[in-house]
């Protein structure tokens, strides 16, 4: 049984900078990919950014390549979500997500367990 907790949402202007974080608990010895999804209004829930159980691998949408960066500290159960030069579109609902493989996915209904959310605003 895993748990997440997202946050560090908020708002912020266009160009500015966010980080949200995701504390897991109850991983016991367990290992888990991770990733980060999003969902804006009226939009389907989205793929932004995964990584690997050893952090080894990552992935990222084209949408934000080159401007958000996952990591992750497995001592610390945490996966953070670094979100620089924010554009409108960026806007939604952000959930981090685990899956029961050291393998990153892209796929939203390959992952097992789904923090509640957090929101992202970014202003125009």
């Known amino acids: 049984q895993v748990q997440l907790a997202e946050s560090g949402g908020g708002l912020v202007q266009a160009g500015g900078s966010l980080r949200l974080s995701c504390q897991a608990s109850g991983r016991a010895s367990s290992s888990y990919a991770m990733g980060w999804f999003r969902q804006a209004p009226g939009k389907e829930r989205e793929f932004v950014a995964a990584?690997?159980?050893?952090?080894?691998?990552?992935y990222y949408a084209d949408s934000v390549k080159g401007r958000f960066t996952i990591s992750r500290d497995n001592a610390k159960n945490t996966v953070s979500l670094q979100m620089n030069s924010l554009k409108p579109e960026d806007t939604a609902v952000y959930y981090c997500a685990a899956r029961r493989t050291v393998d990153a996915s892209r796929s939203s209904a390959s992952y097992d367990y789904w923090g509640q959310g957090t929101q992202v605003t970014v202003s125009s």
């Open positions: 990584i690997s159980w050893r952090g080894g691998s990552t």
